[in-house]
């Protein structure tokens, strides 16, 4: 380009040395050129030196195509500065890519102006701007706004851009799809107005987090959307400059999912899908604490499907994993929500129970669960007998970390396996024998009312001041043709329990009042009759109709009955039995203190409820010949009473010196072996008349 032509000499009529040139001299950032009428430079200032790598010398003289256009450019600008010469049409001002000295690109915004000299020359002056850096900086912007759309192209994450209040200003998505509301929903607005307002309030919160620092932030939150619950991260910074935040949003919820996966994998069996080893111990764990806590009873029932070696050599792994995950289904149907089973693995289940009041209910459970086992399981066509193995380890007894309760409920296991299978076993012989034997006695009492196997007896009370018989208690009997005869003591807490106290307790007042009538009648008398009451029987309530209506049907006065409770009714304090207490009284029949002694003995309950008769327990009466400090005791309990207006009945009187000791100490009654023990209503009859 620049060709070494031969430059004519320039006639001074093109040199102009006017005060324009001084201005032109002096500005170094603007390249200016000045042509004569042959596009041959006649000026070229430092600023075009410093563009185009020409010095003044090497230009001046030289055709513009020769020095700056480019080859493809050169035609078209001859013939736009000879048109502009001869015809007067400009050339405008326009943004041009030139050449410098060593060929590079040049960038330049070219002005262009055309005048005539004082010599009637035509002189062309382009003024050019270094574009360079203007271009670059363009350039590099358009890069990196493309760089960028193709990032949000390749990136499933959201973008917005929010003002500071949270307003959305903006946004990118490579998928619109994925947006919990469309575009137009929600720019302009404030993402509280959009978003469901739990999450609107984390938005806010972290929103508010970030405009004072300038960390990233992020949170996770989870929304609702077409496809399901999904989960999100969202990072926001605070653009404080611009006042802008960028808010970018990534869905986490296949992340989620794998973690739950991982999660689930760790703690639960994948066959049957119940909680593993780790799972159920760590369960265990916080059962424990929380039986300490509200002072319960727990189980570990441990239990081993048996002979399922068997199945699974005969039969194949595939039905014996059938029949693992049929038999965790059965286990989870007989439990309540609340109690875990777990696979130990293999054909070994875990079972915890909680919030036991009683732990014969792990009897019950393990009853059930042999039970549930009877019926044959379907596998595949194929009818299979499956029995159980149950060992049970009961806490706080057994153990007391989950560790010692599993390998003791392990340990029972292995007995009920000795036992012949298909059983369960406790952890010790005394708790089997005990268990066994009320799981019994519930088993045996249901319908034990409709055989009519109840029977009451009454044993008889005495006036000590004339040994006149004044009365008697009942007391129930139960005769049972599996069990035998069964006693009160061990009967009715169980009766208490499954609160078939209730009808069994009607039963008894029926009985007791309806026999008084025949007896007061048949001798004349008015002799008393005194009924145990039970705390769950309060509960009842229909209890008060129930002995108002007896009490009239047998035709006998309020008076003569007499109920007899223990602390044990009055220490919950509900206000139910205070209210039955009271109509108790009202209705004239006489209350009792029961087994007065035993218990905290509380001087308060005598007060506070209108008490008729102190009871001493026979406990205290078996030592008042003995010992000095029972017949004080007792002295003093006699003496307490008739103070507070209370008549005093000893209980248990089995020799001739209580007797005489008690009349001594001014006891009102006796009741005792001594006397007469409970006997049937015939018997207590006959002894009345001879008594009489
Ligand atoms: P309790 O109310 O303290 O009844 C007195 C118990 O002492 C009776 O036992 C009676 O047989 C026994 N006994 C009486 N005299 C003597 C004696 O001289 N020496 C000895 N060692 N014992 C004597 P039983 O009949 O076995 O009843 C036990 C408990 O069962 C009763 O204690 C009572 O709490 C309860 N009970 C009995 N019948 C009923 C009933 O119908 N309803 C309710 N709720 N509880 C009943
Ligand atoms: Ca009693
Ligand atoms: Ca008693």
Redesign the pocket.
Known sequence: MNSKKAVSALSHKYIINDPLHQIFDAVSAISVQGYDENRRVIYWNEGSELLYGFTKEEATGQQIEDLIIPKPMCEFVIAAHTNWIKNGVEIPAAELTLLDKQGNDVCVYSSHVLFTNQYNNKQMYCIDIDLTDVIHAQAQATFKDQMLETIFKAIPDLFFLMESDGTIVDYHASNISDLYVSPEKFIGKNMTDVLPEDVARKFHNHIAKALKQTEMISFEYDLILPRGLSFFEARINYLSKYQQLVVIIRDITEQHKNAELIRHQAYFDCLTLLPNRFLALDRLTQILIEADRNTEQAAVLFLDLDDFKKVNDSLGHEIGDKLLIESAKRLQNVLRKEDTVGRLGGDEFIILLRGLTEHYNALAVAEVLLKTFREPFNIDGRELILTLSIGIALYPENGLGASDLLRNADTAMYQAKALGRNTHSFFTKEMNTVMQRRFAIEEQMHGALERQEFE??Y?AQFDLSNDKMVGA????RWHNPVLGNV???EF?PIAEHTGL?VPI?QF?IRQALTFLSVWQGKGNKKYTMA????PR?FRDEGLLSLIQNTVNEAGIDFEDFEL?I?EGVLMGGQSYIKDALHEINKLGIKLSM??FGTGYSSLSYLRQYHFDILKI??SFIHGITLNKSDCDLVKATIAMSHSLGLLVVA????TKEQHTLLRELGCDFV????LS??VPAKQIMNLSSYFN
């Open positions: 009451l007896y044993q208690e009942a007391l129930l006693t009160p003591d009715i106290i307790g008894v009924v145990n009451l039970s029987q007899e223990t029961d087994d327990d026979r209980e248990g009187v089995e009741q005792g072996f001594y023990k409970p």
